[in-house]
């Protein structure tokens, strides 16, 4: 009686681990797939994991299985280079058929609703690279014509058309699934190489709704954390792209004295970010100065931000070099939190603001400030900023 519990409780086990392995089942089968093994494999941020691979049944359909917690991405394949991308839920039973010859856009999805999805971007992005593809031929064949440029102006009108209705297909996709995790793969999308669908600064929204719907629904996918991080860094870099409000900055002067960025609306700023402890920015610094007393007697500030350690090291810098402008620092060096606030990854940094406290240039070397403010100074008065 004994050996026969332990037997039960054997084979309970068995079942359980059993269950615990395969949650879901993927069958395919299509005409031309042969003998040939195939394989399915997870995606993760680090690199493909394989789950099962399987030769095909008597019926020629193959069947693979796997585990997952969460829904996740896979993709199913013969050979690298072709595949069929797939979003599997727990509990899964999907069927795929297909034509083994255009294995990886040729195909018909049942079981899955976001795989279902992917399919349907895949096929409209294979038509939409035929169409590219066709009139790039016609470009390059018309290239000794007489009325080449009419033409080319005529295939230029015809590929913004091609890749506006493929933008629009998108787009709707997204806005009726903004929490399938195909809404996501929407959003990496390309059309060649280097050739993004999407624009983050144009088309910042839609990676907006897409990680808000996906956050709240699978906050523990990798790849939606991923999303996360990178629509957190999207949004902050947007705070400091030209043509955005300057994030303000209220730090304290050598007195103690918090003084606000936003406080000097209505000149021109200088925002520059050094540390004494930086050769190159201490270079820079002299040359600013120079440049500065040209602009006396104008409505140009410069705001100083220090990334120094210690008040003793920025004050005798201070004192010795005597830069012009507003000082201040929180002496935090790389913690401070204008680091992260204006993404700052080295200094010394430029940027300059208008008299609205708009960005209106960053990233430039300190040659280039001069010919900057007197530009700024020039195009506000004839506007009647000034």
């Not at 359909?61 to 595949?83: E, K, M, N």
């Not at 091609?162 to 629009?168: K, L, S, Y």
């Not at 240039?361 to 195009?379: A, Q, T, Y």
């Not at 506000?380 to 900023?385: D, F, H, I, V």
């Given at each position: 009686?004994?050996?026969?519990?332990?037997?039960?409780?054997?084979?309970?086990?068995?079942?359980?681990?059993?269950?615990?392995?395969?949650?879901?089942?993927?069958?395919?089968?299509?005409?031309?797939?042969?003998?040939?093994?195939?394989?399915l494999s997870r995606q993760t941020l680090s690199g493909p994991v394989a789950v099962d691979s399987a030769m095909p049944g008597k019926?020629?359909?193959?069947?693979?299985?796997?585990?997952?917690?969460?829904?996740?991405?896979?993709?199913?394949?013969?050979?690298?280079?072709?595949?069929?991308?797939?979003?599997?839920?727990?509990?899964?039973?999907?069927?795929?058929?297909?034509?083994?010859?255009?294995?990886?856009?040729?195909?018909?999805?049942?079981?899955?609703?976001?795989?279902?999805?992917?399919?349907?971007?895949?096929?409209?992005?294979?038509?939409?690279?035929?169409?590219?593809?066709?009139?790039?031929?016609?470009?390059?064949?018309?290239?000794?014509?007489?009325?080449?440029?009419?033409?080319?102006?005529?295939?230029?009108?015809?590929?913004?058309?091609?890749?506006?209705?493929?933008?629009?297909?998108?787009?709707?996709?997204?806005?009726?699934?903004?929490?399938?995790?195909?809404?996501?793969?929407?959003?990496?999308?390309?059309?060649?190489?280097?050739?993004?669908?999407?624009?983050y600064k144009d088309d910042f929204r839609y990676y907006a709704m897409v990680d808000s719907c996906l956050a709240e629904l699978y906050?523990?996918?990798?790849?939606?954390?991923?999303?996360?991080?990178?629509?957190?860094?999207?949004?902050?870099?947007?705070?400091?792209?030209?043509?955005?409000?300057?994030?303000?900055?209220?730090?304290?002067?050598?007195?103690?004295?918090?003084?606000?960025?936003?406080?000097?609306?209505?000149?021109?700023?200088?925002?520059?970010?050094?540390?004494?402890?930086?050769?190159?920015?201490?270079?820079?610094?002299?040359?600013?100065?120079?440049?500065?007393?040209?602009?006396?007697?104008?409505?140009?500030?410069?705001?100083?931000?220090?990334?120094?350690?210690?008040?003793?090291?920025?004050?005798?810098?201070?004192?010795?070099?005597?830069?012009?402008?507003?000082?201040?620092?929180?002496?935090?060096?790389?913690?401070s939190p204008v680091v992260e606030t204006y993404m700052l990854e080295e200094i010394p940094q430029l940027y300059l603001l208008d008299?609205?406290?708009?960005?209106?240039?960053?990233?430039?070397?300190?040659?280039?400030?001069?010919?900057?403010?007197?530009?700024?100074?020039?195009?506000?008065?004839?506007?009647?900023?000034?």
């Open positions: 009686m004994r050996l026969f519990l332990h037997l039960i409780v054997f084979a309970v086990v068995l079942v359980s681990c059993s269950e615990e392995r395969s949650n879901f089942v993927v069958e395919y089968a299509a005409k031309g797939s042969g003998n040939q093994q195939m394989y019926s020629g359909t193959y069947s693979l299985r796997g585990h997952t917690t969460i829904p996740d991405f896979f993709v199913l394949f013969f050979q690298p280079g072709q595949y069929i991308n797939l979003i599997i839920h727990p509990g899964d039973h999907i069927s795929i058929t297909g034509n083994a010859a255009a294995f990886d856009h040729d195909y018909y999805v049942e079981g899955s609703k976001d795989s279902r999805l992917i399919q349907k971007m895949v096929s409209r992005q294979a038509a939409t690279l035929r169409e590219i593809t066709r009139i790039s031929t016609e470009f390059e064949n018309s290239r000794d014509e007489a009325d080449f440029e009419a033409i080319k102006a005529r295939i230029d009108s015809t590929y913004d058309q091609i890749v506006g209705e493929h933008r629009r297909f998108s787009m709707e996709l997204i806005e009726e699934n903004p929490g399938s995790l195909a809404s996501l793969m929407a959003l990496y999308q390309q059309l060649g190489r280097n050739i993004p669908v999407f624009d906050p523990d996918s990798e790849a939606v954390k991923d999303l996360n991080r990178r629509v957190t860094e999207l949004r902050q870099r947007l705070r400091t792209d030209i043509g955005s409000t300057a994030p303000d900055i209220v730090l304290s002067d050598t007195t103690g004295t918090e003084i606000a960025l936003s406080s000097l609306r209505g000149s021109v700023i200088l925002l520059y970010f050094y540390a004494s402890w930086s050769q190159e920015s201490t270079k820079q610094n002299e040359l600013l100065a120079d440049i500065y007393v040209r602009y006396a007697d104008q409505e140009v500030e410069y705001y100083q931000v220090s990334l120094d350690r210690t008040k003793e090291s920025w004050m005798n810098y201070l004192r010795e070099e005597k830069p012009e402008g507003i000082q201040v620092s929180d002496l935090k060096y790389w913690d008299q609205e406290g708009r960005i209106v240039d960053k990233s430039f070397s300190v040659e280039e400030v001069d010919d900057k403010i007197s530009d700024l100074l020039d195009n506000s008065s004839m506007t009647g900023m000034h």
